[in-house]
């Protein structure tokens, strides 16, 4: 079966390509995240005291 690339990219729908009735592959268009990471990032810090002090060895541990 031909792959319809062309037509995925029109039309923005994934093919699932199976081996033997189990789906292995899923061809769909790419969507680009316009946002930089830090954009993304934004607001999920919600809480940050003492963002100067050092971390204690201990802390790794309990987090």
């Not at 995925?8 to 061809?27: C, M, V």
């Not at 607001?43 to 309990?62: C, H, L, M, R, Y």
């Amino acid at each position: 079966m031909p792959c319809k690339c062309l037509e995925i990219e029109e039309t923005g729908r994934p093919r699932i390509i199976t081996d033997r009735g189990r789906a292995t592959l899923e061809i769909r268009k790419l969507r680009r995240n316009k946002a930089t990471p830090l954009e993304l990032l934004k607001g999920s810090v919600i809480k940050f005291d003492n963002p100067t002090q050092p971390i204690a060895e201990d802390d790794w541990e309990n987090g």
